[in-house]
């Protein structure tokens, strides 16, 4: 041939990425007659035959005739047995045997079905299996449920494996049952139209069932529509069906949206498919073969408004329900079945409820097409090319999930080079090489030998099906190439597609991705907040305890509070204070005022939150305390109708019930905190509002009732009187601690173990948890089913295993460590196992991950109890803790078994073992019956960790004075930390650490002094060197140690530390300066006195360096002041405790991270709790500030006050006057700031009056 640019290649491409599924479920009734017994010798059939007393007419069960069974003449994976059951039946088991009295059996097989004896489909079950499991001797029968069962006339066995010390035999045995069925055939241009009476039907229910097979990927299966765009449409696209139903009222509100459900993959397959459609007002079932979708509808879908009649197959005619173009449906239809009308049926009967349009007939006579599987790269087919044209046209179509491989090849005679047809990217290419050649032998795949490396691609060889092979419009025989007779061929599947969906049903989790190749798939996990081979396991944590102990500061955080569970992450705010607080706003934490309602017109507030209830209640279960504060303020608003009890106002809980106790009470009803505790304003009534006065008054308080929180609305209807008002303002919900993070059991023996249901983990599962131990070994958990099972364990000191079986065999994990697991510690250990593979993780450990088979069993199936920490033998138990113990996100309750349980006890001590690191700069670890705290009592730091470095502005002439003792008489009766430097102590060694910021020199940073005249001091000179000054003997000058390699006084934040060990000082500066000296003037301080930071009121018997600094004093900012012991500066700035400390002019809480002077409460990320503390006033003064304001200024102060509080009350009541006049009174404020401005200062205005009137008078 001339040229093989010329060379026309006809290529359908496939490339869906559907899914095919399986048959339908397994059927009720008595189903179980053997179908092969009676059989005749010709429905027996084989790929070839031992000797003709091993001919396949042997092959019956429990029979001797002929050599006692099939076998073919070579023992190879080309080799079949095959029954013909003379017409379809359903098949619901089947049993096997090995040849009588010999050594050969078949260990494992595939089995085949089909229509026709052509185009074989695979029997699979649970969707993974490649193959069912054989025999282990000639004469045992082994037996097989097929779930769901098998609707097919012809049956092939294709034996994998076999006795390798005989070869292949088999007698079998099938068991079902008759099968009768109604077939349509439609050719593409025809359809069934039906047309019945609308009465007798429902307008809320439809029931539609009918199977079909087709090769067309795309068609119109049926079609109901209405007059005004309602319709139901089940449609075939690209091989998968789309259910499709549209309510009218979809196109004109938002809340209607049509019905878009989507099932099946690959059903284009020439192979029988079940479908069941079931509408029932807003509840849609669609089932394609095993597969199954439920829909909720929203909106207006219970009464869909359609004709009275429907189409199956095509369209009566266009209508705009349905988007064009679109296609007839090419195929065969069986038992289709409309709200239990037989449609098939009523056709052949000519009944004139049925319309035919078109050519239809009733038998499947639909083409049969051989397919071939290429079941591996290495898989080709060689068919040789006889014809003397110059060109050449190739067709053939395939189906793959693989984006690269080699799909023909045809080599150039004369020269080195050919033709190749490539999939790269899943975009097919042509290469030529050496055009003018004839061709020789056209090759789908490359095989090893004959070619050498000319059809050798870096893509690999193609995997999958192809069909409808031709070459030069000639059909190849492929039953020839099969029996040998044509080309050659490795490694096919002939006369089948074996391409599977590993996609359907999705085993990605949380809105994975799936994508898939020939053997495995993959989930993109990408935005789910999810992470694993299935998306499985959250990247988040469950609680803000759980970031806490992380060393986490507050911040805003996403919490998973079910783990791997069906709940999605939501974003909220941890306050890491000593214990965490989970805060979740609203949409309505704004202050309301309400007016003019009544029982006709009520006010509703409805409050949203910022997470679904469902996410809402697991983070309140998992909590140890939820609490929500209810400001309620009213003015002549009862609560409470007193003539029959009813309520008047009440608000709503995630139980969607009115409760009436306000205020903090308990759950009682009608009542408030005050009632219960007896001070109400009328004492006799249970809350304050319903003494019903013509003043503002409230009924404020938490409400703290797990049960019923979060508050979801608030009903007032008493509002409606002249001067009536109310007014609500409702807080973030707010949750602390996490009792399964702490939930933990301690194991004493190692007969001892808990006991739970049967963990239900069958296609995916994870099991997380502490431990901790002594011991060398121990089992933690284990499940157990007939031959699955579940066990983690410690094998060793270093060793954590996991090991299981999904009847696969048995498999095993393990993660060994550098260092030992018993060590006492806490450790976390993470087991999960899914459909792909199973991983292992041990704290931060790298995981140990085990792929799953790809074509094995997949269902975990337990039957058991779980036990934890021990086994069903009580041998080999677990010594130790364990604790927050969750199986695929839900924690098991190990304290309420322990209880009851002898040898084990509830809770488990010692956690500041392994967090006790947390606590920093000094802070001790304390333990508490669930978890530890942070005590930063002696530490210069504060926060959870003490990490929050406490920090203050000084201002010019200001100084913080740290008392030791007064006078040393009194030293030794001082129960502060001041007690521990008395007169009689003399102190031989100090840690002095803190941080400065400043401009100034000279200055005065710390001086601390004695009763005998002894000091230090450190100092910024006045050429900006840094001093450390000590002078431990009055008789002596003071050592000075220097460091003037730099001012310091530069504006840049500095760190000195500063360590005495008798004469030896050891400084440090900015953790990169360093010396080292020893003392001349002495080596103890005696009777300590006081320790100041800024400027001196008193500077007499000191140097004159140390005098001139303490004459300026400091203006900058110091941190993190810390002396051993004493953190004088944080005594100063937190009043919480009393402290000997004294404070003189301007000294302000700030951070020295940010220029001197600026308030670090702007950069803080420690969340308000709004509210939740009371009203933020400005900062409390400091403990014993000297107070020089007297008492005439008071006294002059006081009445300025009272006459702007009068002024004040006339103008906000005008205010209020001229608002009455322009607003609707039932209108919530515009500006909500402003509105509760000026109820608090109606509030205050009125006490003010109303408490203090006689005191201004007086």
């Not at 001797?137 to 994998?160: E, G």
């Not at 055939?185 to 007798?200: E, H, T």
């Not at 032998?441 to 070619?451: E, H, S, V």
């Amino acid at each position: 041939m001339g040229s093989v640019a010329g060379a026309v290649f006809k290529m359908l491409l496939l490339l869906s990425t559907q899914n095919w599924n399986r048959v339908e479920a397994g059927n009720s009734y008595d189903c179980d007659e053997p179908l092969v017994s009676a059989l005749p010798q010709a429905s027996f059939s084989s790929s070839s035959e031992l000797s003709s007393s091993h001919g396949p007419g042997f092959a019956r069960l429990n029979r001797r005739d002929g050599a006692g069974g099939w076998s073919p003449l070579v023992s190879n994976k080309y080799q079949w047995l095959q029954i013909d059951l003379g017409e379809r039946m359903e098949v619901t088991s089947v049993a096997t045997q090995g040849g009588y009295g010999s050594s050969n059996w078949v260990t494992s097989y595939l089995l085949m079905f089909s229509d026709s004896g052509r185009n074989w489909k695979q029997y699979r079950q649970e969707d993974s299996i490649w193959g069912f499991s054989g025999n282990a001797n000639a004469d045992s029968v082994v037996y097989y449920r097929l779930q769901p069962s098998v609707k097919a006339r012809f049956l092939r066995f294709i034996p994998l494996e076999w006795n390798p010390k005989g070869r292949i035999g088999l007698r079998i045995e099938v068991f079902g049952c008759a099968y009768r069925s109604v077939v349509i055939d439609l050719d593409g241009r025809s359809f069934l139209l039906y047309r019945f009476d609308q009465n007798s039907l429902s307008p809320i229910r439809d029931i539609i069932s009918l199977k079909f097979k087709t090769m067309e990927s795309d068609g119109i299966l049926l079609h109901r529509a209405g007059p005004v765009g309602d319709h139901i449409t089940l449609e075939l696209r690209r091989g998968k069906l789309f259910l499709l139903i549209n309510s009218g009222e979809a196109r004109l509100t938002s809340s209607s949206t049509p019905i878009n459900l989507t099932l099946g993959s690959l059903l284009d397959d020439q192979h029988w498919h079940s479908v069941l459609i079931q509408r029932l007002g807003k509840q849609v079932n669609f089932t394609v073969d095993e597969h199954r979708r439920h829909f909720h509808a929203q909106g207006e879908f219970n009464d869909l408004d359609l004709d009275d009649e429907i189409s199956f197959g095509g369209i009566s005619a266009p209508a705009k329900s349905v988007s064009l173009p679109y296609r007839y449906f090419h195929g065969c239809l069986e038992n289709l079945f409309y709200n239990g009308v037989d449609i098939i049926g009523l056709a052949k009967q000519h009944s004139p409820q049925i319309i035919t349009m078109g050519n239809t007939s009733f038998s499947c006579s639909q083409p049969q097409s051989m397919p071939l599987t290429f079941l591996s790269t290495r898989s080709y087919l060689v068919l040789p090319e006889s014809s003397k044209e110059e060109a050449i046209s190739v067709s053939f179509q395939f189906r793959t999930w693989n984006k690269a491989g080699l799909l023909l090849f045809s080599e150039l005679q004369l020269v080195s080079g050919g033709l190749l047809l490539l999939l790269s990217d899943g975009k097919l290419k042509v290469n030529l090489h050496q055009p003018g050649k004839s061709p020789s032998d056209i090759t789908a795949g490359c095989p090893d030998k004959g070619f050498g490396s000319k059809c050798k691609s870096p893509l690999g060889g193609f995997q999958g099906c192809m069909r409808l092979i031709s070459i030069n419009d000639k059909m190849v025989d492929l039953i020839a190439v099969q029996q040998g007779s044509l080309g050659n061929f490795s490694d096919l599947q002939i006369d089948s597609c074996g391409i599977s969906d590993r996609c359907l049903p999705n085993s990605c989790e949380h809105g994975g991705e799936c994508s898939q190749s020939w053997s495995t798939f993959h989930c993109n996990c990408t935005n789910t907040g999810y992470t694993g081979a299935t998306c499985h396991s959250s990247v988040y944590e469950q609680s803000c305890e759980a970031y806490k102990h992380q060393g986490n500061a507050s911040g805003f955080y996403y919490i998973d509070s079910d783990g791997s569970g069906p709940l999605r992450p939501f974003l909220l705010y941890c306050n890491m204070s000593e214990t965490a607080w989970t805060v979740i706003q609203h949409n309505g934490s704004d202050l309301m005022r309400v007016r003019n309602t009544h029982s006709e017109n009520v006010h509703t507030g409805v409050f949203e939150y910022v997470a679904s209830m469902e996410q809402l209640q697991a983070s309140i279960n998992r909590a140890e305390h939820c609490q929500q504060e209810l400001v309620y303020y009213c003015k002549k608003s009862r609560l409470v109708n007193q003539q029959d009890g009813s309520p008047r106002s009440w608000w709503v809980g995630r139980t969607n019930e009115a409760q009436t106790y306000w205020g903090g009470s308990f759950p009682v009803p009608q009542k408030c905190t005050c009632g219960l505790e007896g001070n109400c304003i009328d004492a006799q009534y249970h809350c304050n509002c319903d003494a019903d006065r013509n003043e503002w008054t409230n009924d404020t308080g938490f409400l703290s009732y797990k049960e019923h929180l979060p508050v979801t609305k608030i009903v007032i209807t008493d509002t409606g009187r002249p001067h009536s008002e109310a007014a609500y303002k409702l807080g973030p919900l707010l949750c602390r601690g996490d009792r399964p993070f702490w939930n933990a059991a301690s194991f004493n023996t190692e007969a001892s173990y808990l006991h739970f249901p049967t963990f239900r983990g069958e296609l995916s599962a994870d099991v997380s948890f502490f431990f901790k131990t002594t011991a060398l070994s121990g089992v933690f958990l284990e499940n157990l089913g007939i031959t699955d099972f579940i066990r983690v364990e410690l094998r060793s000191p270093t060793a954590v295993t996991f090991s299981f079986d999904v009847g696969n065999g048995p498999f095993e994990l393990s993660v060994h460590s550098p260092t030992h697991f018993n060590d006492n510690q806490w450790h976390h250990v993470r087991v999960e196992r899914n459909m792909k593979e199973a991983s292992l993780q041990v704290d931060e450990l790298p995981p140990k991950i085990q792929a799953a088979p790809t074509d094995g069993h997949v269902l975990l199936q337990l039957n058991s109890q779980l036990f934890v920490g021990g086994t069903a033998t009580r041998q080999r138990g677990f010594l130790g803790c364990i604790r927050s113990l969750q199986l695929n996100g839900m924690t098991l309750d190990l304290e309420e078994r322990a209880t009851v349980t002898p040898g084990v006890q509830p809770g488990c001590r010692g956690h500041c073992g392994s967090y006790g690191k947390l606590c920093r700069h000094g802070g001790k670890c304390r333990e508490k019956p669930s978890g530890f705290f942070c005590d930063c009592s002696s530490s210069a730091y504060a926060g959870p960790f003490c990490s929050k470095e406490i920090s203050a502005y000084f201002g010019s002439g200001s100084s913080v004075i740290y008392n030791f003792q007064e006078n040393y008489s009194l030293s030794k009766n001082s129960s502060l930390h001041a007690a521990s430097f008395h007169g009689d102590m003399k102190l031989s060694r100090e840690i002095i650490k803190f941080s400065f910021r400043t401009t100034r020199a000279p200055s005065l940073l710390l001086y601390m002094s004695s009763f005998y005249k002894e000091y230090l001091s450190v100092i910024i000179a006045k050429n900006g060197s840094l001093q450390i000054r000590y002078k431990l003997n009055k008789y002596h000058e003071p050592d000075v140690v220097s460091f003037d390699f730099k001012s310091m006084a530069d504006g840049q934040l500095h760190h000195v530390k500063i360590n005495r060990e008798e004469g030896m000082v050891f400084v440090e500066i900015d953790e990169n300066t360093r010396r080292q000296t020893y003392l001349s003037s002495g080596t103890e301080f005696s009777a300590v006195k006081s320790l100041v930071l800024g400027r001196m009121l008193e500077y007499s018997d000191i140097d004159q360096e140390t005098a001139l600094a303490a004459a300026h004093g400091f203006t900058g900012c110091l941190s993190a002041v810390q002396f051993s012991h004493i953190a004088p500066l944080k005594a100063a700035l937190q009043s919480g405790h009393p402290a000997p400390v004294t404070v003189t002019g301007h000294v302000t809480e700030s951070s020295c991270v940010a220029p001197a002077g600026t308030d670090a409460t702007s950069r803080e990320r420690t969340h308000s709790f709004a509210d939740h503390s009371g009203t933020m006033d400005d900062r409390e003064p400091l403990t014993h500030a000297i107070k020089s304001d007297s008492a005439v200024i008071g006294g002059l102060i006081a009445v300025v006050i009272f006459i702007l509080l009068c002024v004040s009350a006339i103008a906000v009541r005008i205010y209020q006057q001229k608002r009455l006049y322009k607003r609707n009174e039932a209108k919530r404020s515009e500006n909500v700031d402003s509105a509760e401005a000026v109820l608090k200062s109606e509030i205050h205005i009125q006490n003010a009056v109303g408490e203090n009137q006689k005191e201004y008078f007086f």
